[in-house]
């Protein structure tokens, strides 16, 4: 748990000073708000993520996901996974590029922080997030699920239907970013949530099948293409 934790925050503090140090701005100003929000975040989501884990076979690395813990069979999981990722995070810079001329102007362009801030942002997003909506919320949701349904083993469907809950919470979250940038009208509007949704639901079967490490690792190829390839192709 602590080394869960503390990745989380290693990973978010790189990206909060690749963010400011392009803003000009310095991250003094702001670590400790910064250290106390994301603690009080992460913390229970690693807490419920072992605990909870523990009784659904779910964790770090997917226990009974046929890899049985060995380096090759995670090796593969991650590699699966990353590959989903580039492969769904091609076809959404594509419909980005696609959908452009209906957005509004006030979004910001794909590869607007530049490679170095574009993969910053990446790792933040992959390993905090994951914790806190797939390792923590969708532990939570399993949970109660077996406590409601009061069964030893949850069906496949109440694991699909916690995936796509966990998803929208997930897609909800990216709203207000669009609204800090004034660009919140319907069509983007929907476009991010849909966009969200979709991801949200390949980390969420990765983190269910494989594990949160290959969950992070397709989250990770998603960004990659969307924040670092984005910025040196545009």
Same mark, same amino acid.
């Given at each position: 748990?602590?080394?869960?934790?503390?990745?989380?925050?290693?990973?978010?503090?790189? /990206?909060? #000073?690749?963010?400011?140090?392009? @803003? +000009?701005?310095?991250?003094?100003? &702001? *670590? %400790?708000? !910064?250290?106390?929000? $994301?603690?009080?975040?992460?913390?229970?989501?690693?807490?419920?993520?072992?605990?909870?884990?523990?009784?659904?076979?779910?964790?770090?690395?997917? /226990?009974? #996901?046929?890899?049985?813990?060995? @380096? +090759?069979?995670?090796?593969?999981? &991650? *590699? %699966?996974? !990353?590959?989903?990722? $580039?492969?769904?995070?091609?076809?959404?810079?594509?419909?980005?590029?696609?959908?452009?001329?209906?957005?509004?102007?006030?979004?910001?362009?794909?590869?607007?922080?530049?490679?170095?801030?574009?993969?910053?942002?990446?790792?933040?997003?992959?390993?905090?997030?994951?914790?806190?909506?797939?390792?923590?919320?969708?532990?939570?949701?399993?949970?109660?699920?077996?406590?409601?349904?009061?069964?030893?083993?949850?069906?496949?469907?109440?694991?699909?239907?916690?995936?796509?809950?966990?998803?929208?919470?997930?897609?909800?979250?990216?709203?207000?970013?669009?609204?800090?940038?004034?660009?919140?009208?319907?069509?983007?509007?929907?476009?991010?949530?849909?966009?969200?949704?979709?991801?949200?639901?390949?980390?969420?079967?990765?983190?269910?099948?494989?594990?949160?490490?290959?969950?992070?690792?397709?989250?990770?190829?998603?960004?990659?293409?969307?924040?670092?390839?984005?910025?040196?192709?545009?």
């Amino acid at each position: 748990m602590a080394g869960i934790y503390l990745a989380v925050m290693a990973a978010q503090f790189i /990206s909060l #000073a690749f963010g400011r140090l392009d @803003a +000009g701005q310095s991250l003094a100003s &702001i *670590a %400790l708000p !910064s250290f106390v929000f $994301l603690t009080l975040l992460t913390l229970p989501a690693c807490w419920v993520g072992v605990v909870a884990g523990r009784q659904l076979g779910l964790g770090i690395l997917r /226990s009974g #996901a046929g890899s049985g813990g060995s @380096a +090759g069979g995670v090796g593969r999981g &991650i *590699a %699966l996974a !990353s590959g989903l990722g $580039l492969l769904l995070g091609g076809v959404l810079l594509a419909l980005r590029f696609a959908c452009q001329p209906y957005l509004p102007p006030e979004l910001p362009e794909l590869g607007f922080r530049g490679v170095g801030g574009g993969l910053a942002v990446s790792v933040g997003a992959a390993v905090g997030e994951e914790v806190w909506f797939r390792f923590g919320l969708m532990s939570a949701l399993l949970w109660v699920a077996g406590r409601v349904l009061r069964v030893g083993a949850l069906r496949d469907a109440v694991f699909w239907l916690v995936i796509v809950l966990a998803s929208m919470g997930f897609a909800l979250a990216h709203l207000p970013q669009l609204v800090s940038y004034g660009a919140s009208a319907p069509f983007a509007v929907g476009a991010t949530i849909a966009g969200n949704v979709a991801v949200g639901i390949l980390y969420g079967w990765c983190f269910w099948r494989l594990g949160l490490l290959a969950a992070i690792a397709a989250h990770f190829s998603v960004d990659l293409v969307l924040h670092v390839i984005s910025a040196l192709i545009v």
